[in-house]
């Protein structure tokens, strides 16, 4: 793989540390579209399917601007008793979503994608399950304290890597999921397309 031929069409911190910490070289180049809109468009589909569309759609976004270039898309979100939920708006929105999620599974949803042009070359979604313990007001409020603003930008609302660890009890699934990327199938499908070494 030449120097920065893998573009990143992310802002998330988590994802570029990921690739970083694998050895992968990359430059990163959030996508820009209305992922809200892609999401209203698929109304009714499942959770996996939605996390599949939007990573195809945040790579082709940014395929369409870097002709030849190998786009990796990612995108994750979260389902509690069958309810989705978004990135918060507002702490106060962040506290009621923790208030929701206490004593209950969360299922987090996280898939990514490879297109270089038109051309879709790879995609998987994957799937992790977080069991929340029991969250006392006072433990919500005193974790806001701390990790507000930053888990407003995590599905979630927590950083697994953080504070966002004591939010749970058990967690099933791969830890590369958990931080919002499949990410051993993103290096497999690198080796098979002769992107890294295999």
């Not at 399917?49 to 395929?63: E, F, T």
């Not at 699934?173 to 051993?184: K, N, R």
Request: hydrophobic letters at 45%; glycine letters at 8%; aromatic letters at 6%.
């Amino acid at each position: 793989m030449t120097e920065n031929s893998l573009i990143l069409a992310s802002k998330s911190s988590s994802r570029r540390t990921m690739l970083d910490a694998a050895g992968v070289s990359y430059r990163a180049i959030p996508a820009e579209l209305d992922e809200r809109a892609i999401e209203d468009s698929l109304a009714g589909s499942s959770p996996q399917d939605i996390a599949l569309a939007l990573a195809v759609s945040k790579a082709h976004a940014v395929a369409a601007l870097h002709k030849d270039a190998l786009v990796l898309g990612s995108d994750s979100l979260v389902v509690v008793e069958g309810k989705r939920f978004d990135k918060p708006t507002s702490r106060d929105n962040a506290a009621g979503h923790l208030r929701f999620f206490s004593g209950k599974m969360m299922e987090l949803h996280s898939a990514a994608a490879l297109v270089r042009n038109e051309s879709c070359e790879w995609s998987a979604p994957s799937i992790a399950k977080l069991y929340v313990r029991d969250l006392s007001d006072a433990f919500i409020e005193e974790y806001l304290d701390q990790e507000w603003p930053e888990v407003g930008y995590c599905v979630g609302v927590f950083r697994i890597e953080a504070l966002g660890v004591q939010l749970f009890d058990r967690i099933e699934g791969d830890q590369f999921t958990v931080l919002g990327m499949p990410l051993l199938g993103v290096l497999g499908a690198l080796r098979d397309l002769g992107e890294i070494p295999s």
